[in-house]
């Protein structure tokens, strides 16, 4: 039983005592200070109860914010569940990327072993292109050197009594030629040389024989009117009858080799000027002695298997 019941039955007894008999003055007192207590003991009573009410209020409160915070926490795990499983597939595929890559490293190492050994072969190459082109250079400087020597002596020889309009000695690349006028070499509208002529290609064979290595080409230019006799069907046959005929008389009149001879003609092709003037069909009238290195000589010049090591 508790201080509330007991304080109770109490009063009840004493109202019941105070009904039923009369008491003195001095039990009434002791009665009455009884109730007084009574009634504290009820007060606190009820101060406790408000108390204990409060205490189960604030108890409801923490259960539910608990709660609250239990699925919060329930949430917040779900959430890092779900990124823990992404973060071990992540991990899967960076190891799988890996694994790849580890392979990759290892084509790459073979491929840079072969690249290695491509790259020494290139440069081993390199080095035999790079003696080839000094050979080549070497060889360029040395034929210039030659050809400018020899344009110098022709002009030297070819000056005198010759008038400038009549020879032409001319460097181009690698060779070197005399352009000489028609009227100076043949006969008028013939491929007969004159003894001018010959005396000219007197002068360029002294030259020639001196350089044994050197071939000749006569190329013989017309101009574009027409030509047809019993001989000659057009500036074709007139061009390389021409150039034939000063081949003959290097190899008959002044003992060139003909195996250093070329006879080539050129027709009415070509052309210097215009064939619309009279001086321009003079100019296109002309032959050409053009001097230049054996053709196996070019040819073992540019074969790389005679490279020196």
């Known amino acids: 039983m508790n201080k509330y019941s007991s304080s109770a039955g109490l009063f009840l007894l004493l109202v019941g005592v105070l009904l039923t008999s009369c008491v003195s003055k001095k039990e009434y007192l002791a009665l009455q200070q009884e109730l007084m207590a009574a009634n504290q003991d009820l007060g606190k009573c009820g101060e406790s109860l408000n108390d204990y009410m409060n ?43 890996r694994d790849k890559q580890l392979t990759q490293v290892d084509d790459l190492t073979t491929l840079s072993q072969s690249a290695s050994e491509n ?48 020879v032409e000695v001319k460097v181009d690349k690698t060779v070197v030629f005399v352009n000489l006028s028609d009227k100076m070499l043949y006969q008028s509208g013939s491929y007969r040389i004159t003894s001018r002529a010959n005396e000219v290609l007197g002068k360029i064979a002294k030259i020639v024989k001196s350089r044994p290595e050197l071939e000749v080409m006569v190329e013989g230019y017309t101009d574009n009117q027409p030509i047809n006799t019993a001989c000659i069907r057009d500036n074709w046959d007139l061009s390389v009858l021409r150039s034939s005929s000063v081949v003959r008389a290097l190899q008959d009149e002044h003992g060139i080799d003909p195996n250093r001879l070329i006879a080539a003609g050129r027709g009415e092709y070509n052309a210097l000027a215009t064939n619309a003037t009279a001086e321009g069909r003079a100019m296109n009238r002309r032959t050409r002695i053009i001097i230049l290195p054996k053709l196996d000589q070019f040819y073992d010049l540019l074969n790389p298997d005679t490279v020196p090591e």
């Open 55 to 97: 205490r189960l209020s604030a108890c409801e409160s923490e259960k539910q914010r608990v709660r609250a915070d239990l699925q919060t926490a329930q949430s917040n795990l779900a959430i890092r569940q779900e990124q823990l499983d992404d973060l071990k597939m992540l991990i899967d595929d960076l190891r799988q990327q």
């Open 119 to 166: 790259i020494r072969e290139t440069l081993s190459q390199l080095q035999t292109k790079d003696k080839y082109i000094q050979m080549l250079q070497a060889a360029k400087t040395r034929a210039d050197s030659i050809n400018l020597a020899l344009a110098v002596n022709l002009k030297g020889v070819l000056s005198e009594g010759i008038e400038d309009d009549d």
